[in-house]
């Protein structure tokens, strides 16, 4: 049978990520992510002033600029050794709890749930009611998020200046001082988001949601009434069920995350797991065992990416971004590194969040049926009920009378880490600075843990092992596939191509 190209369009925001399956006896048996964009905002830093990270750094991502300007910062406070005032705490809080709950809402609604009105499923009870609530530009469901994510985002415009790619966030603080005029209309474009959460999302306040702590509640939460059921939550989890995506996407079942929203002093916000100086805490997790976080374990492998400088792996503040693409060595076959825990590939975002903030539900779950494409889409639909709250209560705790700022300084010689949680999970900058300059910087982003090409042991990185074993029906419509790789939400998104390799073996590539 002669190979044969198909290309099916599934374009949803920008193409650098291709994933490619092997698909033996309809079912994938091997992936590799591939980054395929060399875009060396690494290498651009250097010989830069010392400061020029938080001009630049924002532009590495139009849908998460805050989170890097935030980690920029962030590693310039600890090179300083300086220490924001607890108002600079809680708006830089502010704004980046804006920009997830605006990323988790747009890939819930927008990327993830409008294959609920796939084609591949027209045979489903619900298929009808799936093209009413998720049908792009149409749904309405999509038209709600559109115009509930626009207003939350409009609080980083009015504290930061702008959204994307502010610069308001400086070692030692914040570079502004919000009015209570500011205050204000922040409180009001978060309630209207909370309306909107609680109404269309959920189907019920924050507060009786986050009754619900196990699978048993859960069931009686969706029993208690229609409202419920007929939430976005109720269909997401019915639809997911009934189409299998809590037999996918297991992966590694091991998860990191940086700590994310540092609580200041004197705040009535609690950390979830409770003792945390975080709202969600730091840690590694195997399944839901549950180890303290240690920057010093993370290294990069690039036996499997197209670069240069070293074998075994290197910590971020010792890592060599040199490019080196060529025909000549087949095993290389992406621009992302291998980013790995103590040897551990490990998936980051908002289910590792849960797991290691200890949430019920979550732990619930993954006691019974372990991680899965449904539990990693579910955390990131409820994540927004933590993060609601505590930007009220920041924004509610807020005045002018400041502090905002401390002045850290002259920038010196010496180093520093801003480890964050962006939307998508574990965000790392590390910076040395020698002589007023940018000596060394790397980058670590949450697709870099998730979308990792293999290390030099050979290991497959979180979302290639993810795919393994995933049914797929149709080479041209690999859709339960596509469900796998945008639970991980990757900062790319897709097309796909679908070339036959014969009857009983073929090959997909999604480009994302």
């Known amino acids: 049978m002669p190979s044969v190209t198909v290309n099916v369009p599934m374009n949803r925001v920008e193409g650098d990520l291709e994933i490619s399956l092997d698909i033996d006896g309809g079912v994938v048996t091997d992936a590799r992510a591939c980054g395929t964009l060399y875009r060396g905002f690494e290498k651009v830093l250097i010989g830069r002033g010392a400061m020029d990270g938080l001009v630049i750094t924002p532009r590495v991502c139009g849908i998460c600029s805050t989170s890097h300007l935030a980690a920029a910062a962030t590693a310039l406070d600890r090179l300083t050794g300086s220490q924001p005032p607890p108002g600079a705490i809680r708006m830089r809080n502010v704004c980046l709890i804006a920009e997830h709950l605006q990323s988790d809402m747009r890939q819930s609604f927008l990327t993830f749930a409008c294959d609920f009105a796939n084609p591949a499923f027209q045979a489903h009870p619900r298929y009808a009611e799936a093209k009413e609530r998720y049908e792009p530009f149409q749904g309405e469901t999509a038209i709600e998020t559109l115009r509930a994510t626009r207003g939350v985002l409009e609080i980083v415009a009015i504290l930061g200046g702008q959204w994307p790619h502010s610069s308001h966030m400086v070692p030692g603080g914040v570079a502004f001082v919000p009015l209570p005029s500011d205050l204000l209309k922040c409180r009001h474009l978060l309630k209207a988001f909370q309306d909107f959460y609680e109404r269309r999302v959920l189907g019920c306040p924050i507060a009786r949601w986050r009754e619900v702590t196990s699978r048993a509640a859960l069931e009686a939460w969706l029993a208690e009434s229609p409202r419920h059921r007929e939430s976005d939550l109720g269909f997401f989890l019915d639809f997911a069920r009934s189409i299998g995506l809590h037999e996918t996407g297991r992966g590694y079942g091991s998860f990191i995350s940086y700590g994310s929203l540092e609580r200041p002093e004197d705040t009535s916000v609690v950390s979830i797991s409770g003792s945390s100086p975080w709202l969600f805490p730091s840690g590694f997790a195997q399944d839901t065992t549950l180890h303290e976080f240690d920057s010093s374990r993370i290294g990069e492998h690039i036996a499997y990416s197209w670069f240069v400088g070293y074998d075994g792996s290197r910590h971020p503040s010792q890592g060599v971004t040199q490019p080196y693409a060529t025909g000549h060595e ?56 933590y993060l609601i709250p505590a930007a009220q209560t920041w924004l509610g705790e807020s005045s002018e009378d400041g502090p905002y700022y401390v002045n850290p300084g002259p920038i010196p010689d010496g180093s520093g880490a801003g480890l964050v949680e962006a939307s998508r999970g574990a965000l790392g900058h590390w910076i040395s600075v020698k002589g007023g300059k940018i000596d060394h910087y790397q980058i670590i982003t949450p697709t870099g843990w998730n979308a990792s090409p293999r290390d030099t042991a050979g290991m497959r990185g979180p979302l290639e092992e993810a795919l393994i074993g995933t049914p797929v029906e149709d080479c041209e419509n690999p859709v339960l596939a596509g469900f796998v790789v945008r639970s991980f939400d990757p900062c790319l998104v897709c097309t796909v191509h679908s070339i036959d390799r014969g009857r009983s073996r073929r090959r997909v590539t999604f480009r994302m």
Not at 372 to 384: K, N, V
């Open 330 to 385: 087949a095993h290389k076959y992406s621009w992302a590194k291998a980013t790995r825990y103590g040897e551990n590939p490990a998936e980051t975002g908002p289910l590792a969040e849960l797991i290691l903030a200890r949430d019920p539900l979550i732990h619930d779950f993954m006691a019974s049926e372990g991680p899965s494409t449904l539990l990693r889409q579910l955390a990131r639909i409820l994540r927004p009920a």
